[in-house]
């Protein structure tokens, strides 16, 4: 038998697993696109012109602008950890779906790449609803904002992996409250959303540099708001370097666990 740890190798089969995620999503597009579109839109109403009132501008820009930049990273951020971790754990483990899958021509590899290019997919449909009530609301730098689309896809790619290794090693969905606690929202609050990373402490500022969100932030809020890029190379370098590393590690694990 194979090394639970060699190098994965997924193939065209990952395709056909994304294709059947999206099938079964197709079924819910309805409550998907309220919570795409009403979710961000109360948080960009509620703080943006709310706490806007009072912050004013943010880093030369309106507040309302600076939030949406944020938001579009943080939700790519949250809702491929909530696929990676609940859905991914409900089809490994509860519904035995990949059993079933593992009866065909697909191996592993296949399923787990599909997986982990759906998780990018719903954060992308997610950013896109994001971007779309931001230029309603005037706070884009016009078509050139289209550009952030492939960033938020990347996103999606780097916290999907991460999140996949939770379900690997979770007994129950209770277990996925550790990652939120200890990494979702300490990235949500630290990595720039809500606040420049140049107001926290010396300290923080430097810790927050191995946080994904920060990098995905300074590639977001750039290319939505029309300011200069800093760095592309070495953010870009980050999430990436996340998303294969994570993917490896979930490979890995998933195949310990149901490869015996």
């Not at 194979?2 to 395709?15: D, K, L």
């Not at 790449?113 to 779309?132: R, V, Y």
């Not at 402490?201 to 994904?212: D, E, H, N």
């Not at 932030?217 to 750039?222: F, G, I, K, S, Y």
């Amino acid at each position: 038998m194979p090394s639970h740890w060699s190098i994965p190798r997924p193939g065209r089969g990952a395709v056909a697993v994304w294709r059947r995620n999206l099938r079964v999503w197709r079924k819910l597009i309805g409550p998907a696109i309220a919570m795409n579109f009403g979710e961000p839109t109360l948080y960009l109403l509620g703080l943006g012109f709310g706490l806007g009132s009072f912050v004013g501008s943010m880093s030369d820009m309106p507040y309302l602008a600076f939030l949406a930049s944020g938001i579009i990273a943080s939700s790519a951020m949250t809702t491929a950890s909530f696929e990676g971790m609940y859905s991914v754990f409900t089809r490994m483990d509860v519904q035995h779906t990949y059993d079933a899958m593992l009866a065909t021509p697909l191996v592993l590899d296949d399923i787990l790449a599909g997986e982990m290019l759906w998780c990018a997919s719903k954060a992308l449909f997610s950013g896109i609803a994001i971007l779309t009530v931001a230029v309603v609301l005037g706070v884009t730098a016009g078509p050139a904002a289209l550009l952030v689309l492939p960033v938020v896809f990347l996103i999606g790619l780097c916290f999907a992996g991460p999140a996949m290794i939770m379900a690997a090693v979770a007994a129950n969905y209770d277990f996925f409250n550790y990652y939120f606690v200890l990494a979702v929202t300490p990235m949500l609050i630290l990595g720039g959303v809500f606040y420049p990373i140049d107001t926290l402490p010396m300290p923080m500022q430097s810790a927050v540099q191995v946080l994904p969100l920060t990098h995905a932030v300074e590639l977001t809020r750039p290319l939505m708001t029309g300011q200069p890029l800093h760095s592309p190379l070495l953010h870009l370098a980050v999430l990436a370097s996340y998303a294969a590393t994570s993917f490896y590690v979930a490979v890995a694990l998933v195949r310990r666990r149901l490869l015996v």
